[in-house]
C-alpha cells in the first residue's frame, strides 16, 4: 500500500499564457487565441506534473482567473466593491459585490475538467470553489427583489452542479477550496460565520450519497498570494472541529508552514471522522526553499506517529499561484516542489513498510 499525495490546484500560468491573458483583456487578440494558449499551458502543466511522477494531477487552474472567481467572470449584476481579504504584508484582494439576481455561474468545473482529461494519462483531480466563499459576493444591505435565501438556495444549486460535473464525467477527486474558514476566525473570532460557513457547504454535500461524498474533499489553509497570508496566525484549534463536521471524505490541511505542526496533527487526530483520510501538507508553496526528499519524509513519519496511516495522505499546503497574476513562485520552484513531495511521500511509505 502507498501513501497516496495529491496537488492541491493552481499552478504558476507560463509567460506565454499571462501575455495572452492580458492581450486579450486589451482586445489585440481574439478568444480562439486565448483558447489555444490556455490549452498550451494546460498540456504542458500536466506532462510536467507526470513527469514528476504525480500519481494524480490537476490542469493547474491554467484557465481560471483564479481559484475563486472562475463561475462569475462576465457574471452580469457585479459591482467591484465587495469584500475585501486583506494579507499579512498589507496587500489586498476584494471581491466582487452582487447587484441584482438570479445567481448563476457562467461556466462550471466540468469544462476545465474535460480539457484536463483529454491530455492526462492519470487520474485527474478537479479543484472547485466552495459554496460558502461565494456567499460573501451578497451584500449585508440586501438585493432588491432577490432576498438572501433566494440567492442561497441559487448558489445551492449552482455549487452542487459543480461538484457533480466532474464527478459524473469520471474525476479521481473534487476538492472544494475553503480558505475563507480560517479567515472568518480571523473576521468572526465567535465562530458565528464559520458555523454558517459550514451549514452552507453541507447543504451541498448532503446531496451526495456516501460514495460520491468519498470522491469529495475540502481544502484548508491561511490563503497564499504573493508569498504572503491572510491567517496564519489563526490557531487552528479553533477551526478543525468545525471543519470535520463538514460531510467529505477527504480533507486536505495546510501544516508544513505551520510553527507547531505535533499540536495541529493531535487535533486532527482527535477530531478526524473515522470514514475520512487526511491529507497533510508537506510542501510550502510560499517558501522559495525547495523542500527535500528527506524532508518530506520527515514530515510524513511525523504525521504517521498521530494518525493512522491507512487514513493518511500528503499534498502541497495551498496552490502555487491561486490568482493568475501572482508570479512570485515560478513554475520551476513548483514542480521542483510536487517532485520532492512525490520522492519524499515514497521514501516515507518504504520506510512504514507499506511498498515492498
Excluded: W
Amino acid at each position: 500500500m502507498a501513501i497516496p499525495t495529491e496537488q492541491i490546484g493552481s499552478i504558476p500560468r507560463p509567460p506565454e499564457l499571462l501575455a495572452a491573458m492580458t492581450a486579450h483583456a486589451a482586445g489585440e487578440v481574439g478568444d480562439a487565441d486565448l483558447a489555444a494558449a490556455r490549452d498550451a499551458a494546460v498540456r504542458d502543466t500536466i506532462q510536467r506534473l507526470e513527469a514528476t511522477g504525480s500519481p494524480v494531477v490537476t490542469d493547474g487552474e491554467q484557465s481560471k482567473p483564479s481559484f475563486a472567481t472562475y463561475p462569475i467572470a462576465g457574471l452580469p449584476g457585479l459591482a467591484p466593491e465587495g469584500v475585501v481579504i486583506p494579507f499579512a504584508d498589507g496587500h489586498q484582494r476584494q471581491l466582487p459585490v452582487l447587484t441584482e439576481g438570479p445567481f448563476r455561474y457562467q461556466v462550471h468545473a466540468a469544462t476545465f475538467y474535460a480539457v484536463a482529461a483529454e491530455h492526462a494519462r492519470v487520474p485527474v483531480k478537479q479543484a472547485v470553489i466552495a459554496p460558502s466563499a461565494l456567499s460573501l459576493l451578497y451584500p449585508p444591505d440586501g438585493v432588491p427583489g432577490y432576498p438572501r435565501e433566494a440567492f442561497l438556495s441559487d448558489l445551492v444549486n449552482e455549487a452542487e452542479a459543480d461538484i457533480r460535473g466532474p464527478l459524473d464525467a469520471g474525476a479521481h477527486a473534487v476538492q472544494l477550496d475553503f480558505t475563507e474558514g480560517r479567515l472568518s476566525l480571523k473576521l468572526d473570532p465567535s465562530g458565528g460565520v464559520l458555523d454558517d460557513f459550514v451549514a452552507l457547504n453541507n447543504r451541498v454535500l448532503e446531496r451526495f450519497g456516501a460514495a460520491e461524498r468519498a470522491r469529495i474533499g475540502v481544502h484548508t489553509c491561511p490563503g497564499g498570494d504573493q508569498d504572503s497570508t491572510h491567517s496564519l496566525d489563526v490557531d487552528y484549534a479553533g477551526l478543525l472541529p468545525k471543519l470535520f463536521q463538514l460531510k467529505a471524505g477527504n480533507f486536505y490541511v495546510q501544516l508544513a508552514s505551520e510553527d507547531d505542526p505535533e499540536k495541529v496533527l493531535a487535533v486532527i487526530a482527535e477530531h478526524l471522522p473515522a470514514d475520512a483520510r487526511v491529507f497533510i501538507g508537506v510542501t510550502d508553496p510560499i517558501d522559495p526553499r525547495v523542500e527535500t526528499p528527506e524532508q518530506v519524509r520527515d514530515r510524513v513519519l511525523a504525521a504517521a506517529r498521530h494518525l493512522p496511516v491507512d487514513r493518511l495522505g500528503t499534498c502541497d499546503d495551498c496552490g502555487f499561484s491561486p490568482f493568475a497574476d501572482d508570479t512570485s513562485t515560478s513554475r520551476e520552484i513548483a514542480f521542483a516542489k510536487i517532485a520532492a513531495r512525490v520522492q519524499g511521500t515514497a521514501l516515507a511509505a518504504r520506510e512504514l513498510g507499506l511498498t515492498g
